[in-house]
């Protein structure tokens, strides 16, 4: 079985704006392309989990999705970084786009997305980790099982509380975070 770190998209691998669905709305959160190399270094999958209700809100279409994705691939490729796959939500249960108006199971804080990923890829849930802006990001890796959560404070993590959560690493950026669920991994195993 493979060890994962899954990242959210906006606000931690790309930066956040409302319903992102132009290639060139797309720029790179400080140091994510570091923070993923950092999870390559250390043997670990970079897996994106990302709610897109926007879908379902008829507010952009999965072409666009797929051509923001591509823009984020390309602009990780310049610092020689890529992620192994994305999973994503399109769903919302007060949409309009019938085929995605549902309460699934894989909108974020729900697991769905981490499950189908472990399925696919053969991943250990249970020493795996999730980085996110947002206290649904991190519930959604326990509710997954992850042995690791951060939050990190660019994006919606400017002002998210996260008091539940006393576990969570909780620090101001995406390569801060990476590196510290790593120091404290090796840190139990060596005790
Ligand atoms: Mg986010
Ligand atoms: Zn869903």
Redesign the pocket.
């Known amino acids: 079985m493979r060890q994962a770190c899954f990242f ?5 691998i790309i930066e ?1 704006a409302d319903y992102i669905h132009d290639p060139a709305q797309v720029r790179l959160c400080p140091f994510a392309a570091e923070a993923v190399r950092a999870m390559h270094d250390a043997g670990r999958l970079v897996i994106v989990v990302s709610n897109q209700s926007g879908i379902a809100r008829g507010y952009f279409t999965e072409a666009d999705l797929k051509a923001v994705d591509a823009r984020m691939n390309e602009l990780l490729a310049a610092e020689g970084a890529h992620v192994d796959a994305t999973y994503y939500c399109y769903h919302h249960k007060k949409g309009i786009i019938p085929e995605y108006a549902i309460d699934c199971d894989c909108r974020k804080p729900k697991p769905g997305l981490f499950l189908r990923a472990a399925k696919d890829l053969d991943i250990d849930l249970a020493n795996s980790f999730m980085i ?3 206290e649904s ?1 991190l519930e959604a890796g326990i509710n997954a099982g992850c042995k690791g959560v951060a939050l990190v404070r660019t ?2 993590g400017v002002h998210q509380n996260i008091e539940k959560i006393p576990q969570a690493v909780d620090v101001g950026d995406v390569l801060t975070a990476a590196k510290e669920l790593l120091a404290r991994e090796d840190k139990s195993s060596t005790e």
Not at 8 to 12: L, M, N, P, S, Y
């Open positions: 959210d998209r906006d606000g931690v956040e996110g802006d947002k990001d994006g919606h």
